[in-house]
C-alpha cells in the first residue's frame, strides 16, 4: 500500500472519501514508539494540513463567485463526504495516540486540547448537537426574511442601518422605529426556538456529567486559563471603569448634537454633521496603500502582504456574485492566508482590511511550528492579532506616510475608532452576563419572560444613561437578547473579543514609548502560534492576561488622553 502524502493539495480537489482511507489505516495500524511519535504527529498533521487545504479551496470557490454551481456542489460533497468522515477518524487516533502516553517535544498545549475533546466526546450528544445547529439556521430564517418597506423598496435591516448614519433626525428616527416594530413581530417565534435550544443544551451537560452547560461550554471552548468568575470580575470593572467614561461620551455626544436628550437613534451619527469619509475609490488602492501602512508599521510584515500581493491572496473589491462579508482564512499546508473583503470605498473598509491583515500575518509569523495543532489559536488571543494591528497602524492612515487621510481626517478616523472600543465594552457585558445568567439559572431561563427581564436589569447597568432617553422603547429594550446571534449560534463566544481588546490596547500603549520594542513581542507573540497558554502568549507580547480595574483604569485612561490629543 502506497501511502505517501500528496506533495500538495491540489490534486486531491475531487477525490472521494475512499482515498483518504489508505493515509488514516496506516496512522490507525502503526504502532507507536518513543522514536517513531513525532514522525508519526508529523505525518497525521501533514494529512490534516492537506484536507484542511481541501477544505479552504472549495469554500473560497463559493465566495468569489456564488453563481458557480459546480463550486457548490464541490464544496457540499466535502462537508457530507469527507468532514464527518474525517472527525470520526481523528477520534480514534486522538484516542490511539492518548492511550500510548507518548508525546513529540513542545506538546504540552495540543495535548491539554485533546484530552479535553477525548473526554467531552459523547455519542449521546451526536444527535443534540444537530439539532442545535438545525435551531441556530431557523433562528437565522427569521432574522434573514425580517424585511420592512423603506423608500417604495423592500429591504433587509441590514439595508437600513446605514440610515442611522444620515443627518436627518426625523429619517432616523423613522427607520428605527420601523426596524424595531419589525423585529417585535417575531418575538414569539424566537421565544419559541429559545425554549428549546435551551433545554436541548441542558441536556448535553447533563449527558456528559457536568453541573450545567456553562460548565460544558467552557470545556468546550477550552477555557483552560480563566474561569466563570473571571469573567464577571471582568464585567464588574466594566460597570466600574469604563461605564462612566461611556458616559463621558455620550454627554459630548448630546452636546455636540445640541439635544436636551439622546434617542437611541441618535448614537450612530456624525457628531459634528460630516459626510462620511472617502479613503479610496478602488480596490487595489486600498491594496496598495494598506501595503504602504503595514510595511510602515513594520519591514516583515509589509514583506509578508507582498506575498499575499504577488500570489494573488487577495480579493478585496465587491462585485456581482460574490458572497457578502469579509474574512481571513488560511491554506494550512502551504502556511498562507487568504484574505476575502466586499470593499465599496468606506472607512470601515480600511478597518477590515488592517484588521484581516494582522489574522494574515499570524499565518506568517506563526508557520514554523512543525504540527498543524500547535497553530490552533484561541479567539482570546487570535482578535490580539487582529485589534492591536488596528491600532498600531493607526498613526499611518495619513496620506503623507502613504495611507488615505489628512492629518484632520485621520485624527477624526482614530477617535471614532476609540470612541467605538469604549462603547463595546459595557455591551459586551450585557452579552456575556446574560448568559451566565441563563444557563446557571436554566429553570428560570425556559421563560422568555424572565430573560427579558434579566436582559432590561442588565441594559440598566450597564447601557442607561441620564444622557439617552430610552421612553416608549422598554419593548425593544427587553428583548435586545433576541437580537444577538451569537446567543443562538456560538454560546459563551463573545468576551473572547473584549478580553482580546484589552490586550491589543496593551500593546498598543506599550507601542507608544517603544515602538521597535512593542512590535518586536507582538511578531514574536505571534510566532507562538496556540502553542502556549494565555497568560504566556500575552506575557510574550508585552502585556498582561487580566481584566481587574487596574488593567481597564490603564486602559481608559490611555484612551482618554489619546482622545483629547487627537481632538
Ligand atoms: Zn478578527
Known amino acids: 500500500m502506497n501511502h505517501t502524502l500528496p506533495k500538495d493539495s491540489s490534486q486531491m480537489m475531487d477525490w472521494s472519501w475512499d482515498k483518504y482511507i489508505p493515509f488514516f489505516d496506516f496512522l490507525e495500524n502503526s ?7 513525532s514522525d508519526w504527529m508529523k505525518y497525521w498533521s501533514d494529512l490534516s494540513e492537506l484536507i484542511g487545504e481541501v477544505g479552504t479551496s472549495v469554500y473560497v470557490s463559493t465566495t468569489v463567485d456564488t453563481t458557480d454551481e459546480e463550486a457548490k456542489v464541490r464544496y457540499h460533497r466535502f462537508l457530507e463526504d469527507i468532514s464527518e468522515n474525517v472527525s470520526s477518524r481523528n477520534q480514534i487516533l486522538k484516542i ?23 473526554e467531552l466526546f459523547s455519542t449521546d450528544n451526536l444527535p443534540l448537537l444537530t439539532s442545535d445547529a438545525k435551531l441556530s439556521k431557523e433562528y437565522d430564517a427569521i432574522i434573514g426574511s425580517q424585511t420592512v418597506n423603506w423608500e417604495d423598496e423592500e429591504v433587509t435591516l441590514t ?3 446605514p440610515v442611522m448614519l444620515e443627518t436627518n433626525r426625523n429619517k432616523r428616527e423613522n427607520a428605527w422605529k420601523l426596524a424595531s416594530a419589525r423585529r417585535l413581530e417575531d418575538r414569539s417565534e424566537i421565544n419559541e426556538i429559545w425554549k428549546k435550544i435551551l433545554k436541548i443544551r441542558m441536556s448535553i451537560a447533563d449527558n456528559s456529567g457536568y453541573d450545567d452547560y456553562r460548565a460544558w461550554r ?24 469604563i461605564v462612566p467614561l461611556a458616559n463621558k461620551l455620550l454627554q459630548k455626544r448630546k452636546e455636540a448634537l445640541g439635544l436636551e436628550k439622546l434617542k437611541p437613534w441618535d448614537l450612530s451619527v456624525d457628531i459634528f454633521g460630516r459626510d462620511a469619509l472617502v479613503p479610496f475609490e478602488e480596490a487595489s488602492e486600498l491594496e496598495e496603500k494598506c501595503h504602504n501602512i503595514f510595511s510602515s508599521v513594520d519591514s516583515d510584515l509589509g514583506n509578508h502582504f507582498g506575498i499575499m500581493r504577488e500570489k494573488g491572496l487577495l480579493d478585496l473589491g465587491n462585485r456581482k456574485g460574490k458572497a457578502p462579508g469579509g474574512y481571513c482564512t488560511e491554506y494550512p499546508y502551504q502556511r498562507l492566508p487568504f484574505i476575502f473583503m466586499n470593499a465599496v470605498g468606506t472607512h470601515s473598509d480600511v ?74 465594552w459595557p455591551y459586551m457585558a450585557v452579552v456575556d452576563a446574560f448568559q451566565h445568567w441563563a444557563y446557571t439559572n436554566p429553570a428560570e431561563a425556559l421563560d422568555p419572560n424572565n430573560c427579558d427581564e434579566e436582559w432590561t436589569k442588565l441594559w440598566k447597568r450597564f447601557q442607561m444613561s441620564d444622557h439617552i432617553d430610552y421612553t416608549g422603547c422598554e419593548d425593544i429594550i427587553a428583548t435586545g437578547w433576541h437580537n444577538k446571534l451569537h446567543i443562538y449560534h456560538v454560546p459563551f463566544y463573545y468576551v473572547e473579543y473584549g478580553m482580546a481588546q484589552l490586550g491589543a490596547i496593551q500593546i498598543w500603549g506599550n507601542s507608544l514609548s517603544d515602538e521597535k520594542k512593542a512590535i518586536q513581542n507582538y511578531k514574536s507573540a505571534l510566532g507562538l502560534g496556540g502553542n502556549a497558554t494565555l497568560p504566556e502568549l500575552y506575557e510574550a507580547a508585552g502585556v498582561k492576561f487580566s481584566f481587574d480595574d487596574k488593567t481597564l483604569e490603564y486602559a481608559a485612561s490611555l484612551i482618554e488622553k489619546q482622545i483629547k490629543e487627537l481632538s
Open 31 to 37: 504502532g507507536l514508539t518513543t522514536k517513531n511519535i
Open 96 to 118: 490511539k495516540f492518548l492511550e500510548s502516553k507518548l508525546s513529540p517535544d513542545n506538546f504540552e498545549i495540543p495535548l491539554r486540547g485533546m484530552k479535553s475533546e477525548v
Open 159 to 161: 439595508r437600513l442601518s
Open 218 to 241: 467552557w470545556e468546550y471552548l477550552k477555557r483552560f486559563d480563566y474561569t466563570p468568575d473571571d469573567c464577571l470580575i471582568f464585567h464588574e470593572s466594566i460597570e466600574k471603569i
Open 351 to 424: 478597518q477590515t482590511m488592517i484588521h484581516e491583515g494582522g489574522h494574515a500575518f499570524h499565518v506568517f509569523e506563526s508557520a514554523d511550528l512543525p504540527y498543524t495543532s500547535q497553530r490552533d489559536v484561541g479567539m482570546e488571543f487570535a482578535e490580539v492579532a487582529s485589534m492591536a494591528m488596528e491600532l498600531l497602524a493607526s498613526p499611518f492612515l495619513t496620506e503623507n506616510v502613504g495611507g488615505f487621510y489628512s492629518e484632520e481626517e485621520s485624527a477624526r478616523a482614530r477617535i471614532e475608532h476609540l470612541e467605538k472600543v469604549i462603547m463595546f
